[in-house]
């Protein structure tokens, strides 16, 4: 049982190249979320998916799109990366109204 | 912004000692969570209360919750040197989460 994974860990793009951060749970949960960190800022909700075949906008969505393409695994794109989206980006997923479990994060740096 | 704070920013503290950290935030909540991060590392959940519970005990965490005054606190009791982390508090309103900005605990043996 792995929990949360995110690939990849690290990842420096230079401005305008696009990517896609990978994330997947093997625990069967309903929920999954993008979020990135930056430094005081705490974690701000990019995207999430309520269920299979949904997705909603969070609270920072603009630059980025998702696809949950099964219940396991929910995926972040940048499409034309710019340094402002030089962040910690982290996965989690839940199960009905209980807590999150997060990934390790992938750790993005944009030139 | 719906993001809440923390309060204080930073906190220093001896081994042994209580650590009180307290978080505001801006919208209803169905409740409010703390999670735990350790450097470089992913979120852990510590705790979560209800919109309708007042207060909660898990091991040495204490959480109590206003909802009146959209606050709530988390108490550490008898702190060790492993609890050396980021606390961030997190607002639940259904399906999105409102994180506070954290508090970084720096426990001292």
């Known amino acids: 049982n792995a929990g949360v994974t995110q690939t990849p860990k690290f990842q420096v793009l230079k401005t305008g190249q696009s990517m896609t951060l990978q994330c997947a749970q093997d625990?069967?949960?309903?929920?999954m979320y993008w979020y990135r960190q930056d430094p005081g800022m705490g974690l701000r909700l990019i995207y999430y998916?309520?269920?299979?075949?949904?997705?909603d906008k969070g609270e920072v969505p603009n630059g980025y799109n998702v696809s949950r393409l099964n219940k396991r695994e929910f995926s972040l794109r940048l499409e034309s990366a710019a340094p402002s989206q030089t962040s910690v980006y982290f996965c989690?997923?839940?199960?009905?109204?209980?807590?999150?479990?997060f990934g390790p994060g992938t750790r993005l740096t944009v030139t | 912004s719906q993001q809440g704070e923390e309060d204080p920013q930073a906190l220093s503290i001896q081994e042994g000692e209580n650590a009180t950290m307290n978080c505001s935030y801006k919208?209803?909540?169905?409740?409010l969570q703390w999670y735990r991060q350790n450097s470089g590392r992913g979120l852990v959940h510590l705790i979560l209360?209800?919109?309708?519970?007042r207060e909660k005990h898990s091991g040495r965490l204490r959480v109590t919750l206003d909802t009146s005054k959209k606050s709530s606190s988390l108490l550490i009791t008898a702190s060790r040197a492993a609890d050396t982390a980021s606390y961030f508090c997190?607002?639940?309103?259904?399906?999105?989460?409102?994180f506070g900005t954290g508090t970084s605990l720096t426990v001292i043996p």
């Open positions: 209360i209800r919109s309708n519970e």
């Open positions: 625990m069967n949960h309903n929920s």
């Open positions: 997190a607002a639940n309103t259904g399906n999105q989460f409102y």
């Open positions: 998916s309520a269920s299979e075949g949904t997705t």
């Open positions: 989690a997923s839940r199960l009905l109204e209980l807590e999150q479990y």
């Open positions: 919208t209803s909540i169905n409740n």
